[in-house]
């Protein structure tokens, strides 16, 4: 079973920046592929990054390409959300979540964190 549990969220101004943690308990952290995901009030909820189980290979959605960094640390199995350069835009709950094997923005994610409150004021 693996549970998630983000932290960070917060309220900032825009160009402000944030960085969002997401500790996993998972019997091998290292195996599981991770994702962020957030949803805004009213829409679907949108993918963000994901990080293969090795940490050298990253994707993100083109909205938060080169402002927010994706990284994680397999020996405190812990991943992280670097945001920076925020906009009123970027506010959302922001979810991280896992599954075993390759990640792709597509992939189907079996277990997800409640989630983290970002808001972003201009």
């Known amino acids: 079973q693996v549970q998630l549990v983000e932290s960070g969220g917060g309220v900032v101004q825009a160009g402000e920046s944030l960085r969002l943690t997401c500790a996993v308990s998972?019997?091998?952290?290292?195996?599981?592929?991770m994702g962020w995901f957030r949803q805004a009030p009213g829409k679907d909820r949108e993918f963000v990054a994901v990080?293969?189980?090795?940490?050298?290979?990253?994707e993100y959605a083109e909205s938060v390409k080169g402002r927010f960094t994706v990284s994680r640390d397999n020996a405190k199995s812990t991943v992280y959300l670097q945001m920076s350069s925020l906009k009123p835009g970027d506010t959302a709950v922001y979810y991280c979540?896992?599954?075993?094997?390759?990640?792709?923005?597509?992939?189907?994610?079996?277990?997800w964190g409640q989630g983290t409150q970002v808001t972003v004021s201009s």
């Open positions: 979540a896992a599954k075993y094997g390759i990640v792709t923005p597509g992939s189907t994610f079996h277990s």
């Open positions: 990080i293969n189980w090795s940490g050298d290979r990253t």
């Open positions: 998972a019997r091998t952290f290292s195996n599981l592929g």
